[in-house]
């Protein structure tokens, strides 16, 4: 182990066997009522307990990150547009 303890021998000889990732998508109508919101004044923020990179994918595909408007040339977020506290 890394801090120096004997591993178990259930824990040796060990084969990964594979790594599985899932997504939860967004519902279809997520992204329109989001530009609904925008037309009709009203500023839209999320706040969420998943990681930086997580939440600005997500922010991407709902539309409350504007790729024109909040992202640089080559798809990267400004500073300021998208923070973890």
């Known amino acids: 182990n ?3 303890s004997p591993a178990f021998a259930c824990e040796t000889g060990l084969t ?11 519902r279809p109508e997520v992204a329109p009522a ?7 004044g009203i500023d839209v923020r999320m706040v969420t307990g998943d990681n930086l990179a997580t939440a600005i994918a997500i922010a991407k595909g709902a539309g409350i990150l504007n790729l024109e408007l909040h992202c640089d040339k080559e798809g990267n977020v400004l500073p300021k ?4 506290g």
């Open 34 to 40: 989001i530009q609904r919101c925008y037309k009709a």
């Open 2 to 4: 890394t801090d120096g």
């Open 16 to 26: 990964l066997l594979g790594i599985v990732g899932i997504e939860d998508p967004l």
């Open 81 to 84: 547009r998208a923070m973890e």
